[in-house]
């Protein structure tokens, strides 16, 4: 018992637990299954913004996308390493992964079609992970939290490039791609929205999380933030929500919006969403296909130490 | 509004560097489509910084080749979207090394394999850091100014790219066996980089760059060395000449070039 | 001199006429990737044979859905070129199982799986023959006589492809997993086929064609009886639906239009 | 010495031998080798024309491309057939093919590298096989010769659709086009001239066919009809033949042309041409890759078979 007083009363100083120090054993559960999960979706995301690399419309841009997908693989090193500071190895993690156990952000089981949608992901989705991201970096396991500081960082970012890129096709750009942005804006919007997880009433981790400092603020409130900051930000866009219920409430002094499809999101959360198959199954390909590599790696180390030894 | 090929200047020197730069462009271009696939995370991350490095070397390039264009015809200079996405494969100047894809049986629409990659990544590199180091010393100062810049990242190209030669070469019995496919498939192609001709030798009398062939003798000197710590032997050279830096490439690169250039044929007149 | 994209007609027939057009192109266009890399020649005559006469409806179907749309929008009608080369990829109305790349695991890289094509293959012809007999009494009397030639064709299709898919599902036990998976893997975009909306409903009100759900029971006891021949198992079904037919396709049709629209984009005003 | 003079005199007089005939050793032989020759010819050549059947202009040329490789498919089983009577199988000649010991039209190792290059490939590459084929359809092997005359049927079907998408281009197209269309013919010209193979003077198998009806002219014949013929279609399309030695020889009655590169020619023979890795290594992938098609179209009959004898 003295070594959980410790630690909640460490807790409840706003205190943060290192690697080194006590934890219970469902702290460690906790945190290693959603920084593990986080890890994922950087990973996997890497794969619908690398579907457009190869057909970026100028250098410019397609120098930034590939920027942006080389800080999203080094979120993935950021995190995995975080995780294993808990006692799991990347490769169990990436085991579960492959084995379809452990999930990742569902948001990234939707197809990115146009290049408008590599802009939105940047806007939307990247703006709602920072919004769910930035209380983590007071999370109270320490490694954790000093990778979100750079994670946050690197992502708003992300933010600003992703909305830059749409600024420019809305403001100077052809009806066409206006049309393209507008498009993309109305297939990602629910989906954003849904980044938050379900409603309160319904989240399972939410109340131990919250007590642990994992957790630091509610889905609801993280997205009614979401939605009262983004609906500006798609004024000076010149795009339209696709939301008719979106209104001003004076009263509330937020934004109110429209009914969230849960079905749609339990479904491509439980596997049958657009893309789920592709995107495992990719991940699931470069890993098996690589695996005369990481052993050509291992063996050549082995050769190596043995040398060393004999000299 | 229109989408219609751009024809670049003729110029040697607008040659010699559209060469260079389309060598960057072509290569990072193939090196994308790991994007998200590669058989570790770090690898994810260091190829897709190869790809981004490249990309920085041909958008400094195309700029400055558009630049001189302009000198030679009188008209705007080019910029490097209309260079890079507008010409037609027969005004692409890159060696034809760096278009074939990454396949073992250098089939088109076969499946990556990563031994291909590695051996082409440190073939280029080394030409490339050779290429740079020369380059530093151009006449032309905006030349010597990016490949002080662009030697640097060669440097750590042409390491990293060695080091995988290496761990594949002097790894398992498979991945000696691929690796030595590998040599195998890209072995041909490799003298072309090393073919002079009037623009090599404007570039060298001018002072612009070095002649292709001069980089020869210390290419193969670095590679002999690299292949021989890794177990691969080098097939003999036949007569074969692929053709790709004077424009006539192989059946490869109009596929890439359809795909890495949808968008600006598609919307003529975008602002993106 | 510009080949921006057209946007074609929205009216209900002529979007009717577009999907069937569009779904006859994108799986003929799949198809040609098999030209000269089939297991046997005769097989090669047949995928050519097959991606042949399913351009041959889709010309028939353009020319006059472009005469429809001129009727609605009062301009000057637009040719079958302009329709199956100059729209986004928004504006094809192809079902997003045509689109799908011939891989067993349905990676877009991966190597073509004869088993998927040949699957795909009975599928869709069996969807068309049951289409085109409806539409030979189309109350559009242009229709109906595309429908008189094309339905013939497709009796053809079906018979050869299911002829295939009996022959590997009941052939060694390497083909009947490779057909088993790829039952799983197309099962999923089969559902697509028979989901009405109003441009369903609008043609089968004023008798221009049969409403996709009208062909779903003649469908399914077609492929069931194949499958069960075949000893293939079919998967649940799941709540998911693709949506090609509304113009929301899979991340796989970008790449086929870059392909396919190439020449037409990067040569804008020229003559083939 | 009676079957065999039996046999001469049937050449002698012009006459056909049928596969059921007798023949010797040396004629079967060489009949094997030219027609399995030409077979691979045809479906090799599927693969440099396949290479532009996704990236079609317009449907009707897409359709037309589509047709002619359907027909060279086609082509490829009449020789096969034709071959077989000869008693070696299809699968047997195949064999060769793929471990290289049996050659196929050094002209497919070239690469296509435009639309333009259908074109041509229709226009001079049929065009020089049909000057090579037609003598063919009086060869005095009947199958073989009833093979060829349909074959020229279709090929010159096929030059002629080659020559229309050409001129369709140089009359009516842009200045990009007709540039397409004269860098097509400047790399397709020399390499056609070969098609008809080395001079007489070092052709060995000829004097051989020559007795036999199996080759009916030579091979400096040929290249010059060819030439002749040639040199005006060229004209009415608006293109220059890649060869300043052209000219009229009044005297000769014929055009005179430069001197072909032989060295080129034995090297791609050879082995070493742009595309010869490539297009053998296509075959061989694709024979490969449908063995367990073919196994399984096998296995499938013997177990039809089986049920309808129990039956």
Redesign the interface.
Known sequence: MHLEQRFEARIDDGGFIEAKDWMPEHYRKTLTRQISQHAHSE?VG??????W???????????IL??K??DE??H??YL?AAAETLGTSRDQLLGALHSGKAKYSSIFNY?????ADVGVIGWLVDGAAIMNQVPLCRCSYAPYARAMVRICREESFHQRQGYD?LL??M????P??KA?VQ?AVN?WWWPCLMMFGPPDAESVHSVQSMRWGIKRISNDDLRQKFVDATVQQAEVLGVTLPDPELKWNEQRGHWDFGTIDWDEFW?VVGG????N??RL??RV???N?????????L???R?QATKQEAA | MTAPSITPSRAPAVRYLLRLADLC?IHA?RL??W???????????AL??L??DL??Q??AL?THAGRLGAADTGGQPLD??QL??LREERDYLNPTLVELPHSADGSPRG??D?AVTTLRNALVATWLRLAWERLTESSDEEVAAIAAKAVKEARYHQQHSADWV???G???D??AR?MQNAVEQLWRFVPELFEDDEVDAHAAASGLGPAASSLKEAFDAEIAELMAEAQLKAPAVGVFRSTGRRGVHSEHLGF?LA??Q???RA?P????
Chains 1, 4 share one sequence.
């Open positions: 990973i890497m794969l619908p913004e690398g579907n690399v190869t057909r970026a419309p100028t250098l410019k841009r397609k120098a590939l920027a997908i080389q693989g080094g993935g090193l995995y197809p990115t079609l146009t290049w890129a420019v096709m403001q100077q750009g052809t066409e791609q393209m498009d297939r479904r049958d969403g657009p893309c198959r592709e199954g990719m390909k470069a890993w296909d690589g695996a005369w590599v990481r052993e050509a790696a063996a050549h180390a050769k | 462009l271009q994308g489509e994007c998200g696939h590669a058989p570790i995370l770090e690898e994810d991350i897709t910084n790809s981004l990309i920085g041909a958008r195309y490097e979207d890079a996405f499946e990556r990563f290496l761990r594949l002097d790894g398992t498979e991945s691929r890439i795909e890495m949808h968008l600006q919307y007149g975008g602002a993106w």
